[in-house]
């Protein structure tokens, strides 16, 4: 921390800060009662799709199957307290996650042909955490002047109940591929199991580059193989609940610079505060990345311990 003009700018603070705070003030925020963090390999989780007909079309004449990227779409939590477990909650946690799949069909000729299919795969879990204890309603309202306040929300607009927040990171596409089983029958979900707002994700995502003629040829395809997906999942999860701290205020957050303002009247301006981008010409070589080599060294290491 330091100070402009005599006064007090966000950063790190030391003893002689301390002096500088001037007032102990109330403020209401969500404390984090208790968080943990989860480190998932989610390994030949079956892909579901919207299309079931035309896409398990794909499946029985693919020859090989890519996952090129996989993406967090959409996350449901349902919090439960623990029996006789005071101020524990179990935290049921299901994952939403939209995989790109490349599927190469052969070709009449030589070569194959590439089609791209958008799919979902499911990842539930549960987890206990503390949260507390403590049931108060809060009622707001908005001012109105010269008139009566509106209510918002209704009467009610929230408690302090503890409430589940997940954070996540884009997932790490590991791998795909086509299950073939001869012991046992699969039966893909259709997208009817899906919400309706995953469900949309997948919509008019599928471009065919062959005559549906082509695909017509069998009334019905038989399920007799499916896709399976593996990604690695990193995530947070926290049990919050809306309280009133006592924290000690230096002042108020007074922006410090001005803004850089981009108009149409000045692009070329603005385009030259840019620094030219030397490492989109030259990649930066290994040892130029932080912890590059010390990464290099410790996979290495591990290595050699599996040997």
């Known amino acids: 921390m330091h100070f402009d003009n005599d006064g007090v700018v966000a950063g790190a603070i030391n003893e002689k800060d301390l002096s500088r705070i001037r007032e102990a003030v109330c403020i209401q925020v969500e404390k984090i009662y208790d968080s943990c963090r989860e480190k998932d390999c989610i390994e030949n989780a079956k892909v579901l799709f919207r299309d079931q007909q035309k896409i398990q079309w794909i499946i029985n004449r693919a020859i090989n199957v890519k996952l090129r990227r996989a993406e967090v779409v959409d996350v449901f939590t349902d919090i439960e307290p623990v029996p006789f477990k005071r101020g524990f909650y179990t935290v049921d946690i299901k994952f939403f996650i939209k995989v790109t799949l490349d599927f190469f ?36 309202s908005s001012f109105v002047e010269d008139g009566i306040d509106k209510k918002i929300k209704g009467s009610l607009q929230q408690d302090n109940l503890p409430i589940a927040k997940v954070e996540v990171v884009e997932p790490i596409a590991l791998n795909a591929k086509i299950q073939d089983p001869a012991d046992k029958f699969f039966e893909d ?59 000690p205020a230096f002042d108020f957050c ?20 840019i620094a030219f981008p030397v490492d989109e010409f030259f990649p930066p070589q290994k040892r130029d990345f932080p912890g590059a080599l010390a990464a290099e060294k410790e996979m290495a290491g591990e290595m050699k311990d599996k040997r």
């Open 189 to 247: 979900c259709c997208v009817a199991h899906l919400p309706r707002s995953i469900e949309d994700l997948l919509e008019d995502e599928v471009v065919y580059d062959f005559d549906d003629v082509e695909m017509a040829t069998e009334s019905r395809q038989v399920i007799s193989r499916r896709v399976v997906a593996s990604v690695g999942l990193f995530s947070i999860i926290k049990l919050v609940r809306f309280v009133q701290l006592l924290i």
């Open 105 to 140: 069909l052969p070709r009449d000729s030589a070569g194959a042909r590439i089609v791209t299919v958008p799919g979902i795969i499911l990842f539930d879990k549960k987890v206990i955490l503390f949260g507390s204890e403590g049931n108060a309603k809060i009622f707001k």
């Open 254 to 273: 007074v922006p410090a610079r001005q803004c850089i303002s981009a108009t149409e009247a000045n692009p070329c301006e603005l385009f030259e505060t």
